[in-house]
């Protein structure tokens, strides 16, 4: 089992840079894939982007590819989400989220823990 602490949120104009933290327990956090999903008010989850155990594999939705980037430090069991070029429609809760049954998904429901999210709010 592994639990998820997102870090990292906060208030930044358009076009400006966050760094999000997933911070996780556990001794075999490097055997999970994690996938960073955003909500958004009155709007459903969404896909984010995802990477594998080792790092080899990262996949991103079409709205943030280009600008958002995934990455991994398992010897700190942390994963990073880099977000440049904000826009105000990027404003939403982002979530980290892990399972150890999947390569590379872009499905809520494959994904077994959750952290408790972290808001980002982008000004125009």
């Known amino acids: 089992q592994v639990q998820l602490v997102e870090s990292g949120g906060g208030l930044v104009q358009s076009g400006g840079s966050l760094r999000l933290s997933c911070a996780a327990t556990?001794?075999?956090?490097?055997?999970?894939?994690v996938g960073w999903f955003r909500q958004a008010p009155g709007a459903e989850r969404e896909f984010v982007g995802t990477i594998w155990k080792n790092g080899e594999i990262t996949k991103y939705a079409g709205p943030v590819k280009g600008r958002f980037t995934i990455s991994r430090d398992n010897t700190k069991n942390t994963v990073y989400l880099q977000m440049n070029n904000l826009r105000p429609e990027d404003t939403a809760v982002y979530y980290c989220a892990a399972s150890d049954r999947i390569i590379a998904s872009s499905r809520s429901y494959d994904y077994s823990y959750w952290g408790q999210g972290t808001q980002v709010t982008v000004s125009s």
């Open positions: 556990g001794r075999t956090f490097s055997s999970y894939t």
